[in-house]
């Protein structure tokens, strides 16, 4: 089980005054909510490695708290994760994803405690979005995030939000074991273990990490800059064949920016990261384009391209090192919310080849159901996704919303 290793007595205070806070308002709003899930990963071809399965089922159960008083300036809100796999003890974990009172007044916003906080604009990967670690067991794409506990202060003003992020304790990414797929690994037997990771701070864990992003927008272009020092969330792996890797402490650099011209959206993020083992310059850019309401149908049909690229080349964890990436987007603006996007990652250099459905649709009105397929094709030995060359997959997901 992984465990969540954060000062928790700071969380125990921060439930305590928010209880007494309840005590003393004249008016309280709670909400409880609870999501329940069940899904079945079925890869079409046998693992690499000795004990892989091809179909893994899980659950999962998510329980999200929230208060509200004094008349909405102050608020506390939990979200707690939990999912039980199968066959692979590590995708079987728990992670508090957000547990942090929130205090608004004017244009004045604190929060002090575990929290998830999203940047980036493109579509395919989100180069900037380095505050939270990657829940690495729970999605591919890495858009899932754990809870990182961190003091947030941000300030709205005439020219722009500035936000500034002090994270006094660092999580280490966690990748599937030995009976799980989608992992990298050796066929001597090699598996990942993240506690074997070093770091470059004799600190450790415990090196604070400081973050600083100003956000504006000025008619048609939201943008974003932002500067991060701490540890890095990506482990440093330099040797491909032993996976010898460690936690560095770096400066990073970041871009994001959105262009909207009538029914294009042009996106870029962009990075640059320093420190003692590599100098990194990574981009992405592109172009979205929807054609809304297509015949009268009701139907929106969005083109996406973009262009990706990292000069790390073969040892980037991504892979994406110079690939374009398309794709389609419908969202059918129907009573379910029935969307679907089907895309593919094409590397300009070699004859790696990337493609992925995701679909998900309401159900009642407490239900929705969910696709995801990825599927790898003639992927190069060179490059760092090799090792997942057989794990191409089918998903489907239930999940009921109380």
């Known amino acids: 089980m992984q465990q969540l290793r954060i000062p928790m007595i700071w969380c125990?205070?921060?439930i305590m005054s928010s209880s007494l806070a309840q005590q003393k308002a004249d008016k309280v709003y709670r909400d409880f909510g609870l999501e329940l899930e069940i899904s079945n990963r079925t890869f079409f071809n046998d693992g690499i490695y000795s004990g892989q399965k091809?179909?893994?089922?899980?659950?999962?159960i998510q329980p999200e708290y929230y208060l509200e008083w004094s008349g909405g300036e102050q608020s506390f809100k939990a979200v707690g994760f939990f999912r039980?796999?199968?066959?692979?003890?590590r995708r079987t974990h728990f992670d508090v994803r957000e547990l942090y009172w929130q205090r608004v007044k004017g244009a004045t916003e604190v929060s002090v405690g575990v929290k998830k906080v999203f940047w980036g604009k493109t579509e395919s990967v989100h180069l900037v979005d380095i505050i939270n670690q990657t829940d690495a067991v729970e999605s591919f794409d890495g858009e899932q995030?754990?809870?990182e506990f961190m003091v947030h202060f941000s300030q709205f003003t005439k020219i722009g939000t500035f936000d500034v992020f002090v994270m006094p304790y660092f999580r280490k990414r966690v990748f599937p074991g030995r009976e799980g797929r989608l992992r990298p690994g050796s066929e001597d037997g090699l598996v990942i273990d993240s506690r074997d990771f070093s770091f470059e701070s004799n600190a450790e864990e415990w090196r604070p990490?400081?973050?600083f992003r100003w956000s504006h927008y000025v008619g048609v272009l939201d943008f974003g800059l932002s500067y991060f020092n701490g540890v890095g969330r990506e482990p440093v792996i330099n040797d491909l064949s032993t996976f010898n890797a460690l936690y560095g402490?770096?400066?990073q650099a970041g871009l994001d920016a959105q262009l909207t011209t009538g029914a294009a959206l042009w996106k870029v993020e962009a990075i640059y990261r320093q420190n003692e083992f590599q100098d990194i310059l990574a981009l992405a850019a592109g172009i979205e384009y929807t054609f809304g309401n297509v015949k009268?149908?009701?139907?929106?049909?969005?083109?996406?391209?973009?262009y990706l690229y990292d000069d790390r080349d073969n040892i980037a964890l991504s892979g994406l090192q110079s690939d374009v990436f398309t794709g389609v987007r419908l969202a059918f603006n129907d009573t379910q919310d029935t969307q679907l996007l089907l895309g593919g990652i094409f590397d300009v250099e070699r004859t790696t080849q990337l493609y992925f459905i995701e679909a998900e649709r309401r159900i009642g009105s407490s239900f929705s159901g969910a696709v995801e397929a990825r599927f790898f094709e003639n992927v190069d030995p060179s490059e760092f996704t090799y090792v997942l060359r057989q794990d191409s997959f089918l998903q489907f997901s239930l999940t009921k919303y109380f």
């Open 54 to 60: 091809n179909n893994y089922l899980s659950a999962s």
């Open 209 to 211: 990490s400081l973050a």
């Open 12 to 14: 125990l205070s921060i």
């Open 84 to 89: 039980w796999d199968q066959h692979d003890n």
């Open 249 to 251: 402490t770096i400066q």
């Open 296 to 306: 009268n149908t009701g139907i929106d049909i969005g083109l996406l391209a973009e």
């Open 145 to 147: 995030k754990l809870g």
